[in-house]
């Protein structure tokens, strides 16, 4: 099984550290990108790092995977609520998939508390800023090295 496990990251993720710093933090996409590399490099994983607002990239991205990656960790942001097209996508995917939401999505407006992602993902990490990121990373080095 491949050790590359394919980042990816929906809408407004690209502003992280910079949009509403009081729910998300300050860290960046960038700094959360060179936090998860360095963890990979100690759990023998590669990663791929990819952010879009646009949900059929995302869906490309995740075909794309099928190819090359062991395991996908996703924060599909807004989509995670609205998209079965992104659901339908990562249900094509054989490895492992697990679920980022830096924020508790549990705490806020109702319409957030429901997640299509859920549906395909192995495990979901809610609420735990970005080091949600590194968590599910983690775990997704468990799956992919017990082999």
């Given at each position: ?58 869906v490309d ?55 299509y992602v ?30």
């Amino acid at each position: 099984m491949s050790k590359l496990v394919t980042f990816l990251n929906g809408p407004n993720l690209n502003l992280l550290g910079k949009r509403q710093p009081e729910i998300y933090g300050h860290d960046t996409l960038a700094d959360v990108e060179s936090k998860c590399s360095e963890l990979a490099s100690t759990l023998g994983l590669q990663t791929r790092f990819q952010q879009s607002n646009y949900e059929g990239q995302l869906v490309d991205w995740i075909h794309d995977a099928r190819e090359d990656s062991g395991g996908i960790i996703i924060n599909a942001g807004a989509y995670s609520h609205t998209s079965i097209a992104i659901l339908d996508a990562l249900n094509t995917f054989e490895g492992p998939v697990l679920e980022v939401h830096v924020s508790n999505i549990h705490q806020r407006e109702s319409f957030r508390h429901h997640s299509y992602v859920t549906l395909r993902a192995e495990g979901t990490i809610i609420g735990f800023g970005v080091e949600g990121y590194e968590l599910a990373l983690q775990r997704m080095g468990t799956l992919l090295n017990s082999d």
